[in-house]
């Protein structure tokens, strides 16, 4: 079993950053792929970045490409998201979530935590 802890959210201004942290319990934690998702009010939850347990092979959605960067440290059970030039369009409650074998399907992830809200202000 693990259980995920977000933190990290908060208001910011358009153009500038913040960063996401996810916490895991769990000794098996470097065995889990990791994802983020974030759901805006009204919308479906959607694909944001993930990593992979091996080789840390990256993903991103188109939108956030060139902005967002996932990373994680096994040692410390912790994966992060670095938000950099953020638009009003990226505010949601931002979810990390944790699979052995799903990356980027929100409806493949076993474990979830419960999110953190992000507002960028315009």
């Known amino acids: 079993q693990v259980q995920l802890v977000e933190s990290g959210g908060g208001l910011v201004q358009a153009g500038g950053s913040l960063r996401l942290s996810c916490a895991a319990s769990?000794?098996?934690?470097?065995?889990?792929?990791m994802g983020w998702f974030r759901q805006a009010p009204g919308k479906e939850r959607e694909f944001v970045a993930a990593i992979r347990w091996s080789a840390g092979s990256t993903y991103y959605a188109d939108s956030v490409k060139g902005r967002f960067t996932v990373s994680r440290d096994n040692a410390k059970n912790t994966v992060y998201l670095q938000m950099n030039s953020l638009k009003p369009e990226d505010t949601a409650v931002y979810y990390c979530a944790a699979d052995k074998n799903a990356v980027v399907s929100v409806n493949a992830y076993e474990h979830w935590g419960q999110g953190t809200r992000v507002t960028v202000s315009s």
């Open positions: 769990g000794r098996t934690f470097s065995s889990y792929n």
